[in-house]
C-alpha cells in the first residue's frame, strides 16, 4: 500500500470536483480524504494499490465534466495515513 498528495490546480471548486473525486476514489477501493484550499485549489490524500493510485490521478487530471484542470501536482505521502473511507472535507 501506498498513499500519495494531489494537489489539482484550475477551475476546479464549484463545479463538484470534491464529490466526484470521492465517488472515484471508492470506485478504485482507496481511502483518503480531499478538500478546497483557500487558494483556489483542490487537495487530496489517497492510499491504495499504486495501480489504482494511477486510475485516480489520471481521473484528477480530467475531473467532472465542469471541471477544467490546468495542472496537477502529485507527492508521495511520507508515514503510515490512517484512513477509514474516503472523505469529502
Request: aromatic share 6%; hydrophobic share 40%; no cysteine.
Given at each position: 500500500m501506498s498513499g500519495r498528495r494531489f494537489i489539482v490546480?484550475?477551475?476546479?471548486?464549484?463545479?463538484?470536483?470534491?464529490a466526484g473525486a470521492a465517488q472515484e476514489a471508492r470506485?478504485?477501493?482507496?481511502?483518503?480524504?480531499?478538500?478546497?484550499?483557500?487558494?483556489?485549489?483542490v487537495e487530496a490524500e489517497a492510499v491504495g494499490d499504486?495501480?489504482?493510485?494511477?486510475?485516480?490521478?489520471?481521473?484528477?487530471?480530467?475531473?467532472?465534466?465542469?471541471?477544467?484542470?490546468?495542472?496537477?501536482?502529485?507527492?508521495?505521502?511520507?508515514?503510515?495515513?490512517?484512513?477509514?473511507?474516503?472523505?469529502?472535507?
Amino acid at each position: 500500500m501506498s498513499g500519495r498528495r494531489f494537489i489539482v490546480r484550475g477551475r476546479v471548486q464549484g463545479v463538484m470536483f470534491r464529490a466526484g473525486a470521492a465517488q472515484e476514489a471508492r470506485r478504485l477501493g482507496l481511502t483518503g480524504r480531499v478538500w478546497n484550499r483557500d487558494d483556489g485549489a483542490v487537495e487530496a490524500e489517497a492510499v491504495g494499490d499504486a495501480a489504482a493510485l494511477t486510475e485516480f490521478e489520471t481521473w484528477l487530471h480530467r475531473g467532472p465534466s465542469h471541471a477544467e484542470v490546468e495542472s496537477v501536482q502529485a507527492a508521495e505521502l511520507s508515514g503510515e495515513p490512517r484512513h477509514r473511507g474516503f472523505a469529502i472535507g
